[in-house]
């Protein structure tokens, strides 16, 4: 026997004539073999969340026919048409909320930036397949401008299939230690660690954009003028030659837990991080070492 109401609702991606229909085959084993494979007939998709999908009487016998039933073999006690629905949950503003807090708000506190978000435009709740949901933020790398919104995808998930990505806007406010000028310093003046000091200040950049320690700023130059109190921004300094063709520098040669000390003479200019060719003023031998500050540069073996 094969009774199918006018109107059902199941959770797969696909129908199975099992899904919408009761399906019973007495005591006897033939027929109850011929009832279980009645019930794995194949009647396409599922609709979408929010549709319906109207599967007509006809299209019924007709899968049925295709499995090698014939319209005798079951008792049918089927309507002209079976209207199918898809099982739905709804995935609330608080779970997205939580999603985007939990991939924003631990990244900065990991960096000692202290933050909160101060505003999230967020759909209404969503409507999705039943199962087992997992949100996750996608192509995020990172709040680029504290003073405007940026725009989140989240990724929606269940039992491990993506559904949807959609797209929210989030804005950021947040304050870290970072450094700033103990005085207004002029464009082409060579930074120390005495131009500076250590102040929480709110962020309006990316926190790659600001200087947090005072050895950061070794080697480096002001491009322009920067009053005093004014956080000191990357994009306000450029780095400087700390040593030039001809200074007496100091040459450190490692080796393994072994290190020592020589005198030598800088044979091109360089800045902190360049390889320049130095001369061991002993030996003679020209080396090749990195500019590590002013006057002293490393090499290893």
């Not at 006809?58 to 295709?66: M, Q």
């Not at 209207?83 to 909320?97: F, P, T």
């Not at 200040?201 to 109190?229: C, D, M, Q, W």
């Amino acid at each position: 026997m094969v009774r199918i109401p006018a109107e059902t609702t199941i959770t797969a991606d696909q129908i199975a004539l099992g899904d919408i229909a009761e399906i019973s085959g007495g005591g006897i084993s033939a027929a109850l073999a011929s009832a279980a494979r009645a019930r794995q007939v194949s009647l396409g998709f599922s609709p979408r969340v929010g549709a319906m999908r109207e599967i007509g009487r006809a299209n019924i016998l007709l899968a049925l026919a295709a499995a090698g039933f014939n319209e005798n073999d079951l008792a049918l006690d089927i309507p002209e048409k079976v209207l199918v629905k898809r099982a739905a949950q709804s995935v609330s503003q608080n779970m997205l909320r939580e999603a985007v807090e939990k991939a924003i708000l631990p990244q900065l506190e990991a960096e000692k930036v202290s933050a909160r978000i101060t505003k999230l435009q967020l759909p209404d709740s969503l409507e999705i397949p039943t199962g087992n949901v997992e949100i996750r933020v996608v192509n995020f790398s990172g709040i680029t401008n504290f003073l405007a919104p940026s725009v989140i995808s989240l990724e929606l998930r269940v039992d491990g299939k993506v559904l949807r990505r959609v797209p929210v806007n989030v804005e950021v406010e947040a304050s870290a230690d970072v450094l700033v000028l103990n005085r207004s310093i002029t464009a082409g003046t060579k930074l120390t660690a005495a131009d500076v000091h250590t102040e929480k200040v709110r962020l309006e950049r990316s926190l790659s954009s600001y200087f947090r320690t005072p050895a950061e700023i070794g080697g480096k130059k002001l491009l322009k003028n920067v009053a005093e109190h004014a956080p000191l921004t990357t994009d306000a300094v450029a780095a400087d030659t700390v040593i030039k063709t001809g200074d007496t520098v100091s040459i450190i040669v490692r080796s393994g837990n072994t290190q020592i000390s020589v005198t030598g003479e800088a044979r091109a200019s360089g800045r902190i991080g360049d390889r320049i060719a130095v001369k061991n003023t002993q030996s003679g031998i020209i080396l090749q070492a990195r500019v590590e500050a002013e006057g002293l540069v490393k090499l290893s073996f």
